[in-house]
C-alpha cells in the first residue's frame, strides 16, 4: 500500500474502498432493498473483486441482500470477513417502482435539492451515512471497504467534500462500481468520484 507520505517513517494514510451494489434482479413483486443479485451481477461483481486489490480484515455492506451478496463475493477473493451496518441502506424511497425516466429524473432532482417527501430527508441521510462512517472507521484498523447504494454514497461524497454532488455524479456510478478516497482528506483517489 502506499503511504502517501513525503518522508520515511511516516504513518500510512488509510483508504476507503466505496463500493456500490452490483446490478440486482428487479422483481416488481417485492421491495426494492429485497432485490438479490441478478445472475449478470454476480458475474459482475466476480469481475469487479478479480480486479481489484484490497487489503482489508473485512468488507462491510448494508443489508440489503443486492449489497451483501456483492461483498460476500468480493471478499471471497482476499479471504476478507464481511459485517453488516444497517446505516449503510439506501436513502429511502417510498414510491415504489416508478417507470425508469421518471424514477432517474426524481432521484436527480433530489440529490439536486428539490424537497420531495417520498424521500428520506437529505440531511438525516447525511447525519446517518456520515456517523456510520466514522463508526466503521473507529473499527477497523488500516483500509476500510464499504459496499452500499447509489443514493446514499452520493449523499457519502457530498458530506466528506463539504459540497452537495448532486444527480450528476450519482447518474455516472455504474452497477457494481467503486471509487478509492483518502479518508484523511477525503480526495479521490481514483474511480467514479475522482475530478468531483
Known amino acids: 500500500m502506499p503511504d502517501g507520505s513525503s518522508h520515511p517513517g511516516a504513518p500510512e494514510r488509510r483508504r476507503?474502498?466505496?463500493?456500490?451494489?452490483?446490478?440486482?434482479?428487479?422483481?416488481?413483486?417485492?421491495?426494492?432493498?429485497?432485490?438479490?443479485?441478478?445472475a449478470q451481477g454476480r458475474r459482475d461483481a466476480e469481475a469487479l473483486g478479480r480486479r481489484l486489490s484490497l487489503d482489508v480484515a473485512r468488507i462491510w455492506s448494508s443489508d440489503?441482500?443486492?449489497?451483501?451478496?456483492?461483498?460476500?463475493?468480493?471478499?471471497?477473493?482476499?479471504?476478507?470477513g464481511t459485517a453488516v451496518h444497517a446505516d449503510l441502506r439506501e436513502v429511502a424511497f417510498a414510491s415504489g417502482i416508478l417507470p425508469q425516466?421518471?424514477?432517474?429524473?426524481?432521484?436527480?432532482?433530489?440529490?439536486d435539492g428539490a424537497d420531495d417527501p417520498a424521500f428520506e430527508p437529505y440531511e438525516a441521510a447525511r447525519q446517518r451515512i456520515m456517523r456510520c462512517l466514522a463508526e466503521i472507521c473507529r473499527t477497523d484498523d488500516g483500509d476500510v471497504a464499504?459496499?452500499?447504494?447509489?443514493?446514499?454514497?452520493?449523499?457519502?461524497?457530498?458530506?466528506?467534500?463539504?459540497?452537495?454532488?448532486?444527480g450528476r455524479v450519482w447518474s455516472r456510478i455504474g452497477m457494481p462500481d467503486v471509487t478509492l478516497l483518502d479518508l484523511e482528506s477525503g480526495d479521490a483517489v481514483s474511480g467514479f468520484a475522482a475530478g468531483t
Not at 425516466?101 to 440529490?111: D, N, T
Not at 464499504?146 to 448532486?166: A, D, K, Y
Request: net charge positive; aromatic share 6%; with cysteine.
Open 16 to 38: 476507503l474502498y466505496l463500493i456500490r451494489h452490483a446490478s440486482p434482479e428487479i422483481d416488481a413483486r417485492v421491495p426494492a432493498r429485497q432485490w438479490c443479485l441478478s
Open 146 to 166: 464499504v459496499v452500499s447504494h447509489g443514493r446514499i454514497i452520493t449523499v457519502l461524497l457530498s458530506g466528506m467534500l463539504g459540497r452537495r454532488l448532486g
Open 101 to 111: 425516466a421518471e424514477f432517474r429524473r426524481r432521484v436527480q432532482a433530489y440529490l
Open 64 to 80: 440489503e441482500p443486492k449489497a451483501l451478496e456483492t461483498a460476500t463475493i468480493l471478499a471471497a477473493g482476499p479471504g476478507a
